[in-house]
């Protein structure tokens, strides 16, 4: 199949799994919705990649 590797595919696969996961547990310990808890994850991660930037 053109376009499509097996190993990429699988490892994008468990980096969807790992989020999901750690946006359900977020969201239960700070007992707020999943959409917000989303949100925060995202912030954090933009936030930290921002951190990491050579000025």
């Not at 376009?3 to 595919?9: I, M, Q, R, V």
């Not at 696969?13 to 989303?38: C, F, P, V, W």
């Amino acid at each position: 199949m053109i376009g499509y590797e097996e190993e990429k595919a699988f490892e994008q696969l468990s980096n969807i799994y790992s989020t999901i996961k750690e946006i359900l547990l977020l969201a239960d310990e700070h007992k707020i919705n999943t959409g917000e808890a989303a949100r925060q994850l995202a912030e954090q991660r933009i936030l930290e990649r921002n951190q990491k930037k050579p000025v």
